[in-house]
Nanobody, 119 residues
Framework: QVQVVESGGGLVQPGGSLRLSCAASGTFLVIKAMDWYRQAPGKERELVATVTSGGLSNYADSVKGRFTISRDNAKNTVYLQMDSLEPEDTAVYYC?????????????WGQGTQVTVSS
C-alpha cells in the first residue's frame, strides 16, 4: 500500500503565492511519476502539473509560467509552487502518485487540500 499526504493549502489573495507539498510512503520500489490535479466546484478534475523521477515536467496551459513543480526523490516528496494566483485557481488540489512494485504499477491519491484565492 502507498500513502499520499498533501499539505500547504489555504486562503490567499489574488496575486499571492502558496506552496503545496505531497509525501508518499509505503511499499514500492520506484515512484514513476508524481502529479498535481485540481477540481473546482462543478468542474471535472484536471491535470495541473506532472514530474518524472528524472525531473521532466509538464504543465497545463492555464498555469504555465505561474506554477512550478519540483520533486525530492530522496524524500519521496513533490512540491507545487504557485505564484501569481488567480481566483480561477480556487479548487481542491490532489496529489497523484504512480508507483511500481516489481512488475505491477499502482495509482494512489491524496485526500486533497483546499486552495482558495479571494480578496
Amino acid at each position: 500500500q502507498v500513502q499520499v499526504v498533501e499539505s500547504g493549502g489555504g486562503l490567499v489573495q489574488p496575486g499571492g503565492s502558496l506552496r503545496l507539498s505531497c509525501a508518499a510512503s509505503g511499499t514500492f520500489l520506484v515512484i514513476k511519476a508524481m502529479d498535481w490535479y485540481r477540481q473546482a466546484p462543478g468542474k471535472e478534475r484536471e491535470l495541473v502539473a506532472t514530474v518524472t523521477s528524472g525531473g521532466l515536467s509538464n504543465y497545463a496551459d492555464s498555469v504555465k509560467g505561474r506554477f512550478t513543480i519540483s520533486r525530492d526523490n530522496a524524500k519521496n516528496t513533490v512540491y507545487l509552487q504557485m505564484d501569481s494566483l488567480e481566483p480561477e485557481d480556487t479548487a481542491v488540489y490532489y496529489c497523484h502518485v504512480l508507483t511500481k512494485y516489481w512488475t505491477s504499477e499502482y495509482e494512489s491519491w491524496g485526500q486533497g487540500t483546499q486552495v482558495t484565492v479571494s480578496s
